[in-house]
């Protein structure tokens, strides 16, 4: 999890995010392996190596994108198409991940993950777009959406994710070397657009928004198919929008100082 995690970071600086994700990666692998001794790892992966998906067929509809072929969506069967440093240097790492159980027997796990949210999400414009969203709401700072709005993401809380590494270590017998899709799944999924109308309803207020340029290797709709890992080792999300939502917002509004303090002068 140690990683630069910015798409629009990697574009300025794609030397540092190679160097961070893709050799950061390689270099603890090989520590691990002229160690001489077999710890679980787990890599946490991203939706970004699957690139822009051209060819999947997507609907626009009034603030959403939705697939049009892809009721569960996209499972790990995808072919990979690195787009951006960013989804190359992780991509990369993912690679190596998965190799290094196949060619040197060590027992990894390869979560390609979606937006992941949650409590304590210090959120800000270039990654974490629920807690950024969320925060800039409550302190009521700018707020700007690339593209249309309509983008679409499974979205999964974070204790769920805990659960989710956590169960998948309990069967590392089925696991390791095996890569899954994590996040909401299909039942989770919202756009930008609907996910400021649902903080509009807590907040009870209008929350103001811009529009910018489109951002390379945006995605307009990703939905993680989540039932292999399901199969695999019995996780499904348990966390609603709804209600993940509603926690990371008190958490925000009960820990304003934080934020305050953060963006003074911002």
């Known amino acids: 999890m140690a990683a630069q995690v910015a798409?629009?970071?990697?574009?300025?600086?794609?030397?540092?995010?190679?160097?961070?994700?893709?050799v950061g990666t390689f270099n603890l692998l090989e520590a691990v392996r002229l160690a001489g001794i077999r710890p679980i790892i787990?890599?946490?992966?991203?939706?970004?190596?699957?690139?822009?998906?051209?060819?999947?067929?997507?609907?626009?509809?009034?603030?959403?994108?939705?697939y049009a072929d892809l009721p569960h969506g996209v499972s790990e069967?995808?072919?990979?198409?690195?787009?951006?440093?960013?989804?190359?240097?992780?991509?990369?790492?993912?690679?190596?991940?998965?190799?290094?159980?196949?060619?040197?027997?060590?027992?990894?796990?390869?979560?390609?993950?979606?937006?992941?949210?949650?409590?304590?999400?210090?959120?800000?414009?270039?990654?974490?777009?629920?807690?950024?969203?969320?925060?800039?709401?409550?302190?009521?700072?700018?707020?700007?959406?690339?593209?249309?709005?309509?983008?679409?993401?499974?979205?999964?809380?974070?204790?769920?994710?805990i659960d989710c590494y956590l169960a998948a270590i309990e069967k590392i017998e089925a696991t390791q070397g095996r890569v899954y899709n994590i996040g909401g799944g299909a039942q989770n999924q919202?756009?930008?657009?609907?996910?400021?109308?649902?903080?509009?309803k807590l907040h009870n207020k209008n929350i103001a928004y811009r529009f910018a340029d489109w951002r390379p290797g945006d995605q307009k709709i990703y939905v993680?198919?989540?039932r292999e890992a399901k199969r695999a080792f019995g996780w499904a999300p348990k966390t609603t929008i709804e209600d993940g939502v509603g926690k990371i917002y008190s958490w925000?509004?009960?820990?304003?100082?934080?934020f305050t303090k953060l963006f003074a002068g911002g």
């Open 224 to 226: 993680s198919d989540i």
């Open 7 to 22: 798409v629009t970071t990697s574009v300025e600086n794609p030397r540092e995010d190679f160097e961070v994700n893709a």
């Open 77 to 161: 069967r995808m072919p990979l198409d690195f787009y951006s440093p960013y989804g190359c240097s992780k991509g990369t790492g993912d690679q190596y991940v998965r190799d290094y159980w196949r060619i040197y027997n060590i027992p990894t796990i390869v979560f390609r993950q979606s937006c992941i949210y949650g409590s304590r999400q210090f959120g800000v414009e270039d990654q974490g777009w629920v807690g950024w969203f969320t925060i800039a709401a409550l302190l009521n700072k700018a707020i700007t959406i690339y593209g249309n709005g309509k983008q679409v993401r499974d979205v999964l809380y974070i204790d769920d994710l």
């Open 190 to 200: 919202i756009s930008l657009l609907d996910f400021l109308e649902q903080l509009r």
């Open 252 to 258: 925000v509004l009960e820990n304003q100082s934080l």
């Open 42 to 66: 787990i890599y946490a992966s991203t939706n970004k190596v699957y690139g822009e998906m051209e060819n999947v067929k997507i609907e626009e509809g009034e603030t959403a994108y939705r």
